[in-house]
């Protein structure tokens, strides 16, 4: 058998800090440098855009000859030495993090490429209101190192960590984060070689849905826990004392920290169930059909859209891509106009009157073969998959 080859992949390992006084000082002080030089750069590509729009408009009316004008692009080098010029002008930028100022760049560079490429849109001022507050600082000649209970960052020093497990890989870069609860937290981004998981020869088909979470061509169903639902009533009761609260008291911030935690908590318990069962999956099989899903279209639906973000098939979705990549397997995402639910995973035959979401069951007309709906849809997902990849030799 031909050995398997390792290869390299990019990882984050995220664990919980505990900064001192100080500490939290100088985080909070390097988030507001780094935002500001954000906004600063960001409003100066914006006044070139403004310009460029205008220029571009006169050439369209023939005022201007289009050899007369140029579109001025962000200039990331330029920006970064620009930095030390902006020190100048604003002394505080000196008490931060250097690196993490020029990373507030290179996310600026970063923002207007994929805008300029049509694959987002333009991008806006960061708010000092925003919930979740971070920067970003890069490894460069050991100023990032990790150790029992404690993290080295530039500038912080050694930082007590909650570390739950060995990183592993080349570091790239650390984000620094603050949660709407008032946590800490380091994202530590390696660079390691990733052991590809066994061939197991197999392959399967996945249909999520709101009654189960998914359900399986194996037969294999995951229950949908509602993690929302079993702490709707809590999260309401806080927010109610929330909105009581004088805005911007301490008992308002009090209270909205309150709110932020029973929010996390709802989040983790989700985000463990959903980690678990994508691993599972990726663990047992080579080839994993799924259908592809307009989440943001179904969300709305306002009979839905609080049961469809409880179960984050997005997220899901996303974890079984990243994972299939780590441990060279292979997802297949079968299109949204498939009709996995109507087709009879025996003989083919379509029926239409499964388009009736309430219909769980059905005997198909041709074979007389009985289905339950989420099963018979896995299946011919998975069948789907394997048509798609036809010519992998291996995979049943």
Excluded at 6 to 21: A, L
Excluded at 123 to 143: A, D, I, L, W
């Amino acid at each position: 058998m031909e050995e398997v080859k390792d290869y390299e992949s990019k990882k984050t390992f995220r664990f919980r800090i505990y900064p001192n006084k100080n500490q939290i000082t100088f985080i909070h002080k390097t988030i507001g440098c780094a935002r500001f030089v954000y906004n600063y750069f960001t409003g100066k590509q914006k006044e070139k855009d403004i310009y460029w729009y205008k220029v571009n408009e006169m050439v369209q009316n023939g005022q201007l000859l289009q050899n007369n004008w140029k579109g001025e692009f962000f200039n990331k080098n330029k920006a970064i030495k620009a930095v030390r010029e902006l020190k100048k002008n604003y002394p505080f930028l000196k008490e931060a993090d250097s690196i993490a100022l020029q990373k507030a760049v290179e996310n600026v560079n970063d923002s207007y490429t994929r805008y300029y490429k049509k694959q987002n849109r333009a991008p806006r001022f960061k708010s000092k209101k925003n919930p979740v507050q971070s920067y970003t600082t890069k490894y460069v000649n050991g100023n990032i190192a990790v150790f029992d209970k404690h993290i080295k960052l530039p500038k912080l020093g050694l930082v007590r960590m909650a570390k739950s497990r060995e990183v592993e890989g080349r570091i790239m870069n650390v984000t620094v984060r603050r949660n709407p609860a008032g946590k800490y937290f380091v994202s530590i981004l390696v660079e390691a070689e990733v052991d590809p998981h066994e061939k197991t020869g197999t392959s399967v088909g996945i249909d999520v849905g709101l009654t189960d979470f998914a359900t399986l061509s194996d037969g294999t169903v995951y229950e949908n826990p509602r993690f929302f639902r079993t702490l709707e009533e809590k999260l309401a009761k806080a927010q109610v004392i929330l909105s009581r609260r004088q805005i911007g008291s301490a008992n308002w911030q009090k209270q909205k920290r309150e709110v932020a935690r029973i929010h996390e908590k709802i989040a983790n318990k989700r985000k463990d169930m959903l980690n678990k069962i994508s691993a599972e999956i990726i663990k047992n099989h080579d080839i994993i059909g799924i259908e592809y899903l307009s989440v943001k279209k179904m969300l709305k639906n306002r009979n839905l859209a609080k049961l469809i973000s409880d179960v984050s098939w997005s997220v899901f979705q996303a974890m079984l891509e990243y994972k299939a990549t780590w441990y060279g397997k292979q997802i297949v995402k079968v299109a949204k106009n498939y009709p996995s639910s109507q087709l009879c995973s025996h003989c083919g035959h379509q029926n239409q009157d499964v388009k009736n979401l309430a219909l769980r069951a059905w005997t198909c007309d041709i074979c007389q073969c009985h289905h339950q709906r989420d099963v018979n849809a896995s299946r011919n997902l998975r069948k789907e998959a394997l048509r798609l990849t036809a010519g992998t030799v291996g995979i049943a």
